[in-house]
């Protein structure tokens, strides 16, 4: 088993409608937990963090937890074509510098 | 404005080349990183300095060489590459303890 799954997609979303990308994660003791955004050709850039479970939200993007079934997801809201790109889950243990990715997933945003 | 910075961004070299890889940042961390990326695949660490001392090295071939001069610097030495070592090499940086990676732009690597 992977130690961060995600669907590598694509996944293919109407504009203005809610993107919703999943994550699971197979440790226990992960921590600290990341959404990265990739757009093709570029480096990753970080868009969400969070640690407790429950949501997290931030303009149009929130993150929601669930330690008790090991899974991260990341919703975008009124999608738009510039959310176009492949987003990575991250995960990392407390004092461990190593941090997780899974293979992300392709987002397309049909206009 | 870009607060990790890597030079080049592009690279061509010969497998008997030496050549350099340079990662600047000005966000104060204490920590940096080398990430290798190839087409379609997430990033995969290389190494790891955290005050200035190399703390993870994963199991990387001893052709790549790390360095990091300063608390804002960070190298990447290449020597006797090989085809397959091409890629797009990532430089991020963080806080120590805390795992928000901020990468730069990538050095894109062909080796000929």
């Known amino acids: 088993q992977k130690e961060v799954e995600q669907n590598s997609g694509p996944l293919s979303v109407p504009e203005g409608a809610i993107a919703s990308l999943n994550c699971t994660y197979s440790d226990r003791v992960s921590q600290s937990f990341f959404w990265y955004r990739q757009y093709s050709g570029k480096s990753p850039e970080l868009i969400m963090s969070i640690y407790s479970n429950g949501d997290k939200e931030d303009g149009r993007f929130t993150a929601q937890l669930n330690k008790a079934s090991q899974y991260v997801s990341l919703l975008i809201r009124e999608s738009q074509p510039s959310d176009s790109a492949t987003y990575l889950c991250a995960v990392n243990n407390f004092g461990n510098e190593k941090l997780t990715f899974g293979t992300g997933t392709r987002l397309t945003i049909i206009p | 404005d870009t607060e990790v910075t890597q030079t080049p961004k592009h690279l061509v070299m010969g497998m008997t080349n030496k050549k350099s890889l340079k990662c600047e940042q000005h966000m104060g961390h204490r920590a940096m990183y080398w990430y290798k990326q190839k087409a379609k695949k997430p990033p995969e660490l290389m190494f790891v300095y955290s005050y200035e001392k190399l703390s993870i090295n994963e199991s990387v071939p001893s052709r790549f060489s790390p360095e990091c001069p300063n608390s804002s610097l960070l190298n990447l030495h290449l020597h006797a590459l090989q085809p397959e070592d091409s890629a797009l090499y990532l430089c991020?940086?963080?806080?120590?303890?805390?795992?928000?990676?901020?990468f730069g732009e990538g050095s894109r690597l062909t080796v000929l």
């Open positions: 991020a940086s963080s806080q120590v303890g805390v795992r928000e990676l901020f």
